[in-house]
């Protein structure tokens, strides 16, 4: 994700790997400078990794005729769900139930994700996922804020 406008929380999403079962992945985006000063913020989505305490593993390497740093950053949570949240959305299917609330639904070979939103500060709707058989399952609910 980019500085700058749209996206949740001030964050737009630049680039992104297609998500499978691998070992690696790779992607190449070319990430605009306006002015002097840029900043990227690249978030590797490693769920195997997720309850890990350790940092996640992956290399980045940046080409440029103009120094660059490249340094590692903690982030929370909040900032891995907002990454995904909106990859989902731009990716993933939409629908609308009750008029408040949508339901993104973005399907691969790696799995589903599925995120529901409440557009409504006054409605509410009680939503049920059927995970039966399902493995591997990550729910914001029980990640710790």
Not at 4 to 23: A, C, T
């Given at each position: 994700p980019a500085e700058g406008e749209g996206?949740?929380?001030?964050?737009?999403?630049?680039?992104?790997?297609?998500?499978?079962?691998?070992?690696?992945?790779?992607?190449?985006?070319?990430?605009?400078?306006?002015?002097?000063?840029?900043?990227?913020?690249?978030?590797?989505?490693c769920f195997h990794q997720f309850d890990?305490?350790?940092?996640?593993?992956?290399?980045?390497?940046?080409?440029?005729?103009?120094?660059?740093?490249?340094?590692?950053?903690?982030?929370?949570?909040?900032?891995?769900?907002?990454?995904?949240?909106?990859?989902?959305?731009?990716?993933?299917?939409?629908?609308?139930?009750?008029?408040?609330?949508?339901?993104?639904?973005?399907?691969?070979?790696?799995?589903?994700?599925?995120m529901v939103e409440n557009a409504s500060?006054?409605?509410?709707?009680?939503?049920?996922?059927?995970?039966?058989?399902?493995?591997?399952?990550?729910?914001?609910?029980?990640?710790?804020?």
């Amino acid at each position: 994700p980019a500085e700058g406008e749209g996206g949740r929380g001030g964050l737009q999403v630049v680039g992104f790997v297609k998500r499978g079962i691998q070992e690696q992945a790779f992607t190449s985006v070319t990430l605009e400078l306006d002015g002097y000063e840029g900043e990227y913020l690249a978030l590797p989505l490693c769920f195997h990794q997720f309850d890990s305490t350790e940092p996640r593993r992956y290399v980045a390497c940046a080409h440029s005729n103009a120094p660059v740093l490249l340094q590692p950053t903690q982030i929370g949570h909040a900032e891995l769900a907002a990454a995904l949240a909106e990859v989902a959305a731009e990716h993933g299917e939409q629908k609308v139930l009750g008029g408040v609330v949508f339901v993104t639904t973005w399907k691969d070979e790696a799995g589903a994700v599925i995120m529901v939103e409440n557009a409504s500060p006054s409605a509410y709707m009680h939503v049920t996922i059927d995970c039966e058989g399902s493995t591997g399952i990550l729910s914001s609910r029980s990640v710790p804020p």
